[in-house]
């Protein structure tokens, strides 16, 4: 899919004010132009064309009646890694770089499918055109665009697998926790946890989508409706990786509110070993001033910490768990680890950025952090290995 070049009728280009590396295209085809073989892959939804408003799309497409489809509808969003205009001869050419889980049509994918799967059922003579937004950019992160994008469906996929029991594991998993009734699996559920911040915990040590540090599951901070992709798509699998981790899953808890509560000690402690004075409460990210509780079990806290700089050091302690044909264990306590490797992974999150949204987003964070506990666990196991003979 590496390279688009079709007629186009107009572009407008806007640079993002709020980021000058992201400019996006806006694009008006003429059905008949629009290439039929953009990628769907990107998009956290497949389209469902046996609905009512697909059933409605694919009528706008071929009815003669209808000639503003162009104005009327939200048109297709797409991602791509590079976007030049032809002005003398109208002609767009969209690089994609071949890579389908982050550039294609990120969202509009029932108004796409409607149009390449129609466009030959319309009148010879009739001409109808589509809005195509093309956002490119280097520091593009395309599973926050996802998130933001798609976020009415996403709720409703998450209501329909409730319908079908599938957060089953989940509910099995936390039944004996104070949390488990404060769960909302359904839509509009007045419950003070989706049910996708647990998922996200065990996207966070699916280590069999990232069983080591050359990949990570960034997508953890930056995308619930990519994490919610991910667990849709596992439930199929015989050997689901969610069912395997779901038994660990108030551990996990644990440890994320441990991480949560002790961090601001962990944070004074660097500080004064490179003779500084910690000043946590003013750090970007982080409030404290007041009371505050734990995100699932609500214990009291002395500081909200932003996400962002929380789950690249929750995330690390992935590289602790051993799996022995579907049943998952720590190989070591992550208590223990924590308080060997507590300090510097905080002191190697904050020295990283300050700005809890690219801590988040930092890939190389969460390797390096990785590294940090998958040494301690080595060192653990060398002396363990040593004290045995």
Do not use: C
């Amino acid at each position: 899919m590496a390279t688009k070049k079709f007629k186009v009728q107009a572009v407008r280009t806007i640079t993002s004010p709020s980021n000058k590396t992201i400019t996006t295209y806006y694009v008006w085809v003429d059905f008949r132009d629009l290439p039929t073989d953009f990628s769907l892959e990107v998009n956290p939804r497949k389209p469902k064309m046996n609905t009512a408003v697909a059933k409605q799309l694919i009528t706008a497409v071929i009815t003669p009646d209808i000639m503003d489809f162009d104005i009327n509808n939200r048109g297709i969003v797409l991602t791509a890694k590079s976007l030049k205009f032809d002005s003398s001869k109208s002609i767009v050419t969209i690089d994609f770089d071949d890579d389908i889980d982050k550039y294609g049509v990120l969202d509009g994918g029932h108004t796409y499918t409607a149009i390449i799967n129609n466009v030959d059922k319309m009148s010879k003579d009739l001409k109808k055109f589509v809005k195509l937004e093309v956002v490119v950019g280097d520091s593009l992160d395309v599973t926050s665009l996802a998130d933001a994008r798609n976020t009415s469906a996403q709720v409703s996929d998450i209501a329909l697998f409730e319908l079908d029991d599938k957060f089953d594991l989940i509910k099995n998993a936390i039944k004996n926790e104070s949390y488990a009734d404060e769960v909302a699996y359904k839509d509009n559920d007045n419950k003070s946890i989706q049910a996708v911040e647990l998922i996200k915990l065990l996207f966070a040590f699916n280590i069999k989508r990232f069983p080591d540090d050359s990949s990570v599951p960034v997508s953890a901070y930056s995308g619930k409706a990519a994490v919610f992709k991910d667990y849709k798509k596992e439930y199929s699998h015989t050997n689901n990786i969610y069912e395997n981790l779901a038994p660990i899953l108030p551990n996990l808890v644990n440890l994320y509110e441990l991480i949560q509560e002790e961090l601001p000690k962990k944070y004074q402690e660097y500080k004064l070993e490179d003779g500084k004075n910690a000043k946590f409460g003013l750090v970007r990210g982080v409030e404290g001033s007041g009371e505050f509780l734990t995100f699932f079990s609500r214990k009291k806290i002395a500081y909200q910490i932003s996400i962002g700089y929380l789950l690249p050091i929750f995330g690390s302690f992935r590289a602790l768990l051993i799996n022995n044909d579907g049943d998952i264990n720590w190989e070591f306590d992550p208590k223990e680890i924590w308080e060997k490797s507590g300090v510097r992974l905080v002191q190697n999150t904050f020295d990283t950025d300050t700005n809890p949204q690219l801590v988040g987003k930092s890939k190389t964070l969460w390797q390096s952090n990785y590294r940090i506990v998958d040494s301690v666990r080595k060192d653990m196991l060398l002396a363990k290995l040593m004290s045995n003979h």
